[in-house]
């Protein structure tokens, strides 16, 4: 009995040293969990953020060296003023790949997801930038090459066994580096975040109606603090047949046309809107959830009543309240922070 | 390092894949092969793993090979990737399992777990084995030509790239397929420090069109993680046979 008191007490010991060591690796300059944040799901044991490993991954985001024309960097579709979205680009380059039919997301509280892309088809961060780089309409690239222009470069080596003490550029160091730098674009600095946190911002009469508004409608999938809950959902766009969305992935019928549910943080950067960049405008949005919801195959519940179609019922005033809701999740000081741009 | 001890009990043994399309052996676009619905075909690019290997022996012990170094790419265009070396412990063998694939647990494994065959960057071009966009790796894939009657047409093109491992949320399709060759009829493998026997395995990939579904060029020119993988998968389920035992 007092041995296994014993055993207890060690292993309690061994795990609060463990948390505090993981405590610590997320709490530097590069990377904080926002006093209003959850934990996050990225498994930073694996990866902890460094100095040189973020500012190797910053290198790498911004350079061509990775795209088979070199040309095209991975900030060519994610920009930040945009908060790294293609600004303006309903759909990425492209006709008939995958990539090539979606709009690019935002690159922003990424450690706090598990699911990638519109459809979750990639599970883990470090996968992610497979993607784009050996997609053909995006960079078009293979990885080999990838690895053979990088460990041939002149300063890459130098610059990974910097950050990781290695001298063969591997794809798990690259992809570990390209993480470091994307888990470090944190954005919990919009005025909604002020206020939530009490630091002195308030809301004015019209915001706070509009979050009001937002609690009801919006808030049980666009769920705070992330402004998505993670999960998948149908919201009522007009079906098309190129896209499935997370039936792709899973082949599931119940899954088709459910798409990532995006979080609504810097909403009013990153027209247009949608998995497929068809709605050009937060206003267009709005009408949607109000007007133009359809019927479609697995329509969320949420939006049902008695089997039939139910929109949003938002008075005029109401969908404008929201609309200055919306405004507040604007961070601009993550899409002005120069250790985020290219140097 | 070991102790000797441990090195003196595991002996070498070899597990051989002779790639075949209805009892004929493979040559890369020149053979010309035909499947259960009559249409002729030539094979460009045949590959597949296999992985997490078991041999039990005569008596019932299993032996589970390691599993960091239990996966193994067999590529027609490759013959050293055909036949698989191992370190087994000294005795009569009289079963082989593997794993027609990649298991589900090393498909979401972080990438320092995918090195060797296992690494997303050791494909060039065509051979690629790993899907990006639907995280996962391809466990089998094989490409050709339909030939027509008129040899200066080209055939049309057929693509089979086989995978899904069964989902990470809920279940989903699931195209790993366990294999189980019984040795006693053709011959047990007796491994014993000195000697080096060799299992060797045919794979008749002309089975993936016959079987529980039949598939033809025709209808299904392409499959790729789609619904109709399965039938493939389920089809070419069937395709080892032990041949003969080199002890």
């Keep these: 009995m007092r041995n296994q008191l014993k055993v207890i007490g060690i292993l309690v010991f061994i795990v609060t040293l463990l948390t505090a060591a993981t405590d610590k690796l997320l709490d530097n300059y590069l990377f904080k969990v926002p006093a209003n944040f959850p934990k996050p799901s990225y498994a930073f044991a694996n990866n902890p953020i460094t100095k ?43 006709i008939e790949d995958r990539l090539g039919k979606r709009n690019a997301p935002p690159i922003q509280n990424l450690a706090w997801t598990n699911r990638f892309m519109w459809d979750g088809g990639v599970f883990d961060l470090d996968l992610q930038p497979i993607v784009p780089i050996t997609s053909p309409d995006e960079m078009g690239e293979t990885l080999p090459q990838v690895l053979k222009k990088l460990n041939a470069s002149k300063d890459y080596p130098i610059l990974f066994k910097n950050a990781f003490g290695v001298s063969t550029i591997t794809t798990d160091y690259l992809m570990k580096a390209l993480s470091q730098f994307m888990n470090g674009l944190v954005s919990a600095n919009s005025k909604y975040d002020q206020v939530i946190r009490q630091e002195g911002a308030e809301f004015t009469e019209e915001e706070a109606a509009g979050y009001k508004v937002f609690k009801s409608y919006c808030a049980s999938c666009h769920q705070e603090p992330l402004f998505t809950n993670n999960q998948f959902a149908n919201n009522g766009m007009p079906m098309n047949q ?49 007007l133009n919801m359809q019927t479609t195959t697995n329509l969320d519940n949420r939006f049902l009543k008695n089997g039939q179609i139910e929109r949003v019922p938002l008075s005029d005033i109401e969908a404008k309240n929201l609309k200055h809701f ?18 | ?25 493979i040559t890369l676009n020149t053979g010309k092969y035909t499947n259960a619905s009559g249409e002729s075909f030539s094979i460009s690019l045949l590959q597949y793993f296999v992985s997490n290997i078991e041999l039990i022996s005569a008596d019932g012990k299993v032996y589970t090979v390691p599993q960091d170094s239990s996966y ?62 639907n995280s996962g790796y391809i466990f089998f894939k094989m490409e050709g030509n339909k030939i027509t009657e008129n040899p200066s047409v080209a055939g049309k093109k057929f693509r089979y790239h086989i995978g899904l491992f069964g989902g990470m949320d809920k279940p989903t399709l699931n195209n790993i397929k366990i294999i189980e060759l019984d040795l006693t009829k053709k011959g047990l493998a007796k491994v014993r420090w000195g000697s080096q026997p060799t299992i060797v395995c045919t794979a008749d990939v002309a089975k993936m069109f016959t079987g529980n579904s039949t598939i033809t060029i025709d209808q299904f020119g392409t499959v790729m993680g789609g619904p109709t993988s399965a039938l493939i998968a389920n089809n070419y389920h069937q395709m080892f046979k032990h041949k003969t035992t080199i002890n």
């Design chain 1, 52 to 94: 040189e490993g973020f500012e190797l991954g910053r290198k790498l985001f911004y350079d061509p060296i990775l795209s088979s024309d070199n040309i095209i960097s991975c900030g060519f579709c994610h920009n930040q003023p945009a908060a790294f979205t293609h600004h303006g680009h309903d759909l990425s380059h492209g």
């Design chain 1, 242 to 290: 190129n896209d499935l969305g997370r039936y792709e992935i899973t082949l599931l019928q119940e899954d088709k046309y459910l798409f990532k549910i995006p979080s609504l943080r810097n909403i009013m950067l990153t027209a247009p809107y949608m998995h497929d960049g068809s709605i050009n405008s937060i206003d267009d949005v709005i009408q949607h959830y109000r």
């Design chain 1, 326 to 343: 919306l405004q507040t999740l604007t961070d601009t000081i993550f899409i002005h922070n120069p250790m985020f741009s290219e140097q």
């Design chain 2, 1 to 25: 390092m070991q102790s000797t001890d441990a090195v003196k009990s595991l002996a070498p043994i070899n597990i051989q894949f002779q790639n075949m399309a209805n009892e004929l052996p």
């Design chain 2, 72 to 133: 193994f790419l067999i590529k027609q265009a490759n013959p050293q990737t055909q036949t698989i070396q191992l370190n087994v412990p000294e005795g009569r063998y009289a079963k082989i399992k593997f794993v027609l694939g990649i298991d589900s647990v090393r498909n979401t494994k972080p990438l320092s777990k995918r090195t060797g065959v296992l690494d997303p960057s050791s494909y060039e071009g065509a051979e690629n084995m790993y899907w990006s966009w």
